[in-house]
């Protein structure tokens, strides 16, 4: 019986965790952090314990027969030393250049994949050179990827760029070209050993708060849109010799052409709607691919509409009776006991007949009133 052994304890370690007993695996969660709620009860065994903790990398790798994470912001002398001992999947050079936005553009623009354009700045000098080439409309994003909200400006005049400078306290940044946007939408696409690489139907995607909200399957784009973010979303699985789970969030620009806002190296919110909408879902997706095992079907079964439940509209006793009225509706929960109002609580997944847009438009309604 294979071990998987899996970095980072939140919800995407959970819903790997819940597939992969599913299937007869056994699962080792090392969270890095005093608590790991949400894989509680639900992996084999939750080592709570600090990724620095040499005992603790020790004892993971000695339980396990091959490793993946479940977030990036690991750092990456343990993910080097698990992939050493034990085999990670996806590399820690991959998980690495995703770590850091400046890597990450970089890594993009040589590989020649399209994105907004940018400036890495590390001086407030910088900034004003960077202002003359990537304006008049851009955002500032510190490099080092913080937390919700954290380190990410707009800046459309010259004369704001002080003020900016300070906002992001003088942390190394990117300079970004304000994309004007149709939508956003993401793919996901899973690498195996072999290199032959499948991808997920294109996912659209509305944020509220800058919090994902929505994302509708299939995404409303022209099919040569659809046809190139899974291109190219394959190209940069295939540039990074990628074997694992890869998400690519892209903005689709008025002209229909995509250019790449980011990629994670992980399972993705915007992929929850395969857990119902699809043959395979994204978690089963992954744990294949780290496995060395064959590729499942990312066939859609149908639309399919996912809701996140955030903390400020869940209210279980009240609430839970909505979810269960609404035809077609798959509910999610991720185990956690303290709902802060931008914490991610669980999702829905909407799927089945006619009108799932609209119902799962109306379910939200429901749940935020
Ligand atoms: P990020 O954390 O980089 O994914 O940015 C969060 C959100 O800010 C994105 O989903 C977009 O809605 C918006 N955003 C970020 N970068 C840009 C950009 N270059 N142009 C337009 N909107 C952006």
Redesign the pocket.
Known sequence: MTTLGILGGGQLARMLCLDARRMGFRTVVWSGTPTAEPTEGVADIVMKRKFDDEEAYEEFCRQVDVATVEFENIPLETLRKVEDSVGLFPSAESIGISQH?SREKTFLREHGIPC?P?ALVNSLEELKAAYEEVGP???L?TAA?GYDGKG?VKITAGDELEAAWESVQGEPSVL??????LC?VSVLVARDKDGRCLAFPVAE?E?RN?ILDLTIVPARVPEETLDEAKATAIKLAGELDYRGLLAV?F?VEKSGRVVV??MAPRPHNSGHFTMNGCVTSQFEQQLRAVCGLPLGSPELQGETVMVNLLGDMWNPELKVDEIFATEGAKLHLYGKSSPGERRKLGHVNVVGGTGVEARARALKEKLLS
């Open positions: 936005r907004a940018f409309a851009t955002v994003k990827f990410q970004e070209g304000f994309v004007d946007f956003e995607n944020h800058h969030e903005f806002n980011e």
